[in-house]
């Protein structure tokens, strides 16, 4: 079984007792990583989605879709990252999105992080602030992350964007608190390719 992620509570399918050690046991709307965006969406939603993709600075190899949330209780968007061309639609990343107040953000951070905690049973967790190598102006994201014994990471952070930034206006991009799942695979490109 799988352990779900909302905003506002974590809510884990598995008996209490039980522990989640893998990203695939964690879900975003019903996608975990490694499932086929096939299953969830239509394949014109998809191309409609990859009409307007994010890529990474430095580059290409993977890139960022974004979705309504359908479950707006939840998020507000959801955004996969995929293998630039990749037929088959695999989820290397997935992450939801609330937008909210840069100061309200950390309350519902510490709750997520409260429930991720009594979930995992070995966790390496590491908190940081990122400023994505000055990418995006004066952005930054207040991080919490958790390295499973697989190697993929859960994060979640609250950021504030720098609307002054020509990237971060054209991106639409707003403060809010994420919730991510992702693959070793992504983590690793995102630590040695990405920026």
């Not at 959801?78 to 950390?106: A, H, M």
């Amino acid at each position: 079984m799988r352990a779900f992620l909302t905003v506002l509570v974590l809510i884990l399918s598995l008996q209490t007792s039980t522990k989640a050690d893998d990203i695939g046991d964690f879900e975003i709307e019903g996608m975990s990583v490694g499932d086929s965006l096939l299953d969830f969406y239509g394949i014109s939603e998809i191309k409609e989605a990859e009409s307007n993709p994010t890529y990474y600075p430095k580059s290409k190899k993977f890139k960022v879709i974004f979705f309504l949330s359908k479950k707006k209780e939840l998020f507000d968007y959801v955004n996969i990252t995929l293998k630039d061309n990749d037929k088959k639609y695999i989820i290397y990343s997935i992450r939801g999105e609330k937008e909210i107040n840069f100061d309200k953000c950390f309350k519902m951070k510490n709750e997520q992080i409260d429930g991720i905690e009594n979930i995992l049973s070995r966790i390496n967790k590491d908190e940081y602030t990122s400023y994505y190598g000055a990418n995006y102006g004066n952005t930054e994201a207040h991080v919490t992350e958790y390295t499973l014994n697989d190697g993929a990471h859960i994060r979640i952070f609250c950021a504030k964007y720098d609307q002054n930034n020509e990237l971060v206006r054209n991106s639409g991009w707003v403060d809010g608190l994420e919730i991510g799942l992702s693959s070793k695979k992504f983590v690793n490109f995102l630590t040695n390719e990405a920026y």
